[in-house]
C-alpha cells in the first residue's frame, strides 16, 4: 500500500522556519522524483519545488527561491522541505507528491503551514 505522510506543518510568525518532512512507504522510494505543492485558500495547487530521485538535481519556484531548500534521505524514504524567512503568502496546505517517470504518480494528504503574526 503505497502512503504519503507529511509532517511538520503548523503556525510560524513571518520571518520564520518550519522544516516539513514526507514519510513514504509501499513503493521504491530511490526511483522516484519527489515534490512539494501548495495551494493557497481560492487558489490553485502549484508546484513549489522538485528533487530528482537521485537528489543531484532540485527546481524551485522563483517565489521560494533562496528561502526554501528541497532534501531527501534514500535509506529513510523521506523528503524534507526546510522553509526559512517565511511570509504570509507562503500560508496554504502543502503536499507531497512521487513521480516515475509521469507514469505512477502519488500525493501525500497534505499539511497546513499558517503564517501569520
Known amino acids: 500500500q503505497v502512503q504519503l505522510v507529511e509532517s511538520g506543518g503548523g503556525l510560524v510568525q513571518p520571518g520564520g522556519s518550519l522544516r516539513l518532512s514526507c514519510a513514504a512507504s509501499?513503493?521504491?522510494?530511490?526511483?522516484?522524483?519527489m515534490s512539494w505543492y501548495r495551494q493557497a485558500p481560492g487558489k490553485e495547487r502549484e508546484v513549489v519545488t522538485t528533487?530528482?530521485?537521485?537528489?543531484?538535481?532540485?527546481t524551485y519556484a522563483d517565489s521560494v527561491k533562496g528561502r526554501f531548500t528541497i532534501s531527501r534521505d534514500n535509506a529513510k524514504n523521506t523528503v524534507y522541505l526546510q522553509m526559512n524567512s517565511l511570509k504570509p503568502e507562503d500560508t496554504g496546505v502543502y503536499y507531497c507528491?512521487?513521480?516515475?517517470?509521469?507514469?505512477?504518480?502519488?500525493w501525500g494528504q497534505g499539511t497546513q503551514v499558517t503564517v501569520s503574526s
Open positions: 509501499g513503493f521504491t522510494f530511490s526511483n522516484y522524483a
Open positions: 528533487i530528482s530521485s537521485t537528489g543531484g538535481s532540485t
Open positions: 507528491r512521487a513521480n516515475w517517470k509521469r507514469a505512477y504518480v502519488y
